[in-house]
């Protein structure tokens, strides 16, 4: 787990986490915030480049069977 600090508004799902929100999630999840800019380390103030439009979220395929 690593805790972020969200350093802009961003809706995921239902949730919306405002500036300034901290969340601790998974290492992978949060190093993603970080790298696209959507977050912080509150630590070390490590951050990504927020570039609108420029970044893709980068996501793992998952599969699901229904019985």
């Not at 508004?9 to 901290?22: I, P």
Request: glycine fraction near 10%.
């Amino acid at each position: 787990m690593r805790k972020i600090e969200f350093t802009e508004t961003v809706r995921m799902g239902g949730v919306e986490y405002l500036d300034g929100d901290r969340k601790s999630f998974p290492k992978e999840e949060a190093d993603e915030y970080i790298r696209l800019g959507w977050a912080k380390d509150p630590e070390t103030g490590e951050t990504g480049e927020r570039v609108p439009g420029s970044q893709r979220l980068r996501v793992n395929p998952v599969t699901q069977k229904f019985s």
